[in-house]
């Protein structure tokens, strides 16, 4: 037969124990206790909160990054481009940087492409030396594809500046440009005095020559 007096005596432990447990419970909850325990339970929570929004944010970023890669393999460049910009918009790191750069290329902007290999090599020192071996293979790529133009004035050349794309450019020195179309300008107090339209092409140096004719004196009168 089973001793009822050990029983009895662990039921009334146990309807203790639940009543201490209530009482905490409606002490833990209690308006008083939550406003004593606000500050601490708030920096605690936020912590958390903070963490959880992080991991949610680079799990975000990471499938964002993802479709990017799917986009770059499906020869959608300018697409993957616009995710990859929007990645790094939020949080830049040498991998989404040369990945920048690497539809840049594609899309045939090699200027571009190695400003932004530059600015991700930079990065990667630091941060993901695993990187560079790749950046380092692009850039010397880029260095050979990148085409070259070497503009000559000829004629009147006195006050002449000369503009390539816009830009202001040295004559007789090799400039480093896309490939593609090209504008060339010799300007005389702003005026354009020569001009020439022309394309460029990876691998090859184009030699363009502005020439510039004299300003045609005026007859004076009698």
């Not at 790529?141 to 794309?165: C, H, Q, S, W």
């Not at 460029?200 to 020439?211: A, D, I």
Request: proline residues 5%.
């Amino acid at each position: 037969m089973i001793n009822a007096a050990p029983t009895s005596a662990l039921r009334r432990r146990s309807r203790r124990r639940a009543a201490a447990l209530g009482l905490v419970c409606w002490a833990l909850l209690s308006p008083s206790w939550l406003r004593a325990q606000d500050g601490v339970a708030t920096r605690a929570q936020d912590g958390v909160a903070t963490r959880a929004h992080d991991d949610v944010a680079t799990r975000a970023l990471r499938l964002q990054f993802a479709r990017g890669l799917t986009l770059e393999i499906a020869g959608r460049w300018a697409d993957a481009l616009d995710r990859f910009e929007a990645i790094a918009r939020r949080r830049p790191t040498a991998n989404v940087t040369f990945h920048i750069g690497l539809c840049h290329e594609r899309l045939g902007r090699l200027r571009k492409a190695e400003r932004t290999y530059q600015d991700a090599r930079a990065a990667a020192r630091t941060t993901t030396p695993a990187v560079l071996a790749e950046i380092d293979a692009r850039l010397q790529d880029l260095e050979g594809r990148m085409p070259k133009i070497v503009l000559n004035v000829a004629g009147a050349t006195e006050g002449v500046t000369v503009l390539l794309d816009g830009e202001e450019a040295q004559p007789s020195r090799a400039i480093r440009v896309d490939p593609g179309p090209h504008v060339a300008v010799a300007l005389r107090h702003g005026i354009p005095v020569a001009a020439s339209a022309f394309s460029s092409h990876e691998r090859r140096t184009r030699f363009v020559t502005l020439t510039v004719h004299p300003v045609p004196s005026r007859a004076s009168g009698p």
